[in-house]
């Protein structure tokens, strides 16, 4: 079993999604017996999850209280994306200076499935190759560190009941960055693809918002 199958793993993810989606309300309180019934599992899991959410500052461990739901804010998702700035763009260009030849394949295959579902108005099959599209390039980056690090602010973005969802008439701009950042890629220019993504990811920020 990988790391990434361990239990304690896919419980702090289970709970983290459940808290970004708000069905554990801030401000509500964790305790151990609660959770193992919640999610069927043992206390030793539980107590691991709740370490890592402890340290990702979803959960706090209030002194003679027990363990609290502190959630994400709006604030929170603003800070995130401004961070997320740094590290897309610095994502993608390491992307175009590293990319294989059969990542590039997959990344223009996700461009032109984008393509055809901008023109279909598709907004939620839009929001999944936005995924696949970040996530080839995050694995382009050949950087593991960089990699874990988006792959958790993806599931921030993607489970937050503070985001709002893509709307029809946002697809084509959003197609159109996209674009900026696949040409980089085809040219072979970090500089401009760093660019593009940077421009990209400061624009979601405000389509999040609604």
């Known amino acids: 079993m990988t790391v990434e199958q361990t239990l304690p793993t896919i419980l702090t993810s289970k709970i983290r999604v459940d808290i970004l989606k708000e069905t554990l309300a801030p401000g509500s309180k964790l305790t151990e017996k609660k959770l193992c019934l919640l999610y069927d599992v043992s206390r030793t899991p539980v107590r691991e999850a709740l370490r890592s959410l402890t340290t990702e500052g979803l959960v706090e461990w209030a002194p003679n209280r027990g363990v609290y739901v ?5 604030g929170d998702m603003s800070d995130l994306f401004q961070l997320r700035r740094v590290l897309e763009a610095q994502a993608a260009r390491w992307a175009v200076e590293r990319i ?5 394949e997959a990344l223009e295959e996700i461009y032109e499935y984008m393509e055809f579902y901008t023109k279909r108005e598709d907004t939620r099959k839009m929001e999944d190759l936005n995924a696949d599209f970040h996530r080839i390039i995050h694995a382009a980056s050949h950087n593991r560190m960089l990699i874990d690090t988006l792959a958790l ?3 921030y973005r993607k489970y937050s009941a503070r985001v709002a969802p893509y709307r029809q008439e946002h ?15 085809i040219n072979r220019d970090p500089r401009t693809g760093a660019a593009a993504m940077e421009l990209h990811i400061a624009r979601a920020a405000k389509r999040a918002k609604g």
Do not use: N, T
């Open 70 to 74: 502190i959630g994400f804010s709006g």
């Open 100 to 104: 294989y030849k059969d990542e590039l």
């Open 153 to 155: 602010y993806r599931d």
């Open 171 to 185: 697809l084509p701009a959003i197609f159109e960055e996209h674009a900026a950042v696949f040409e980089a890629f």
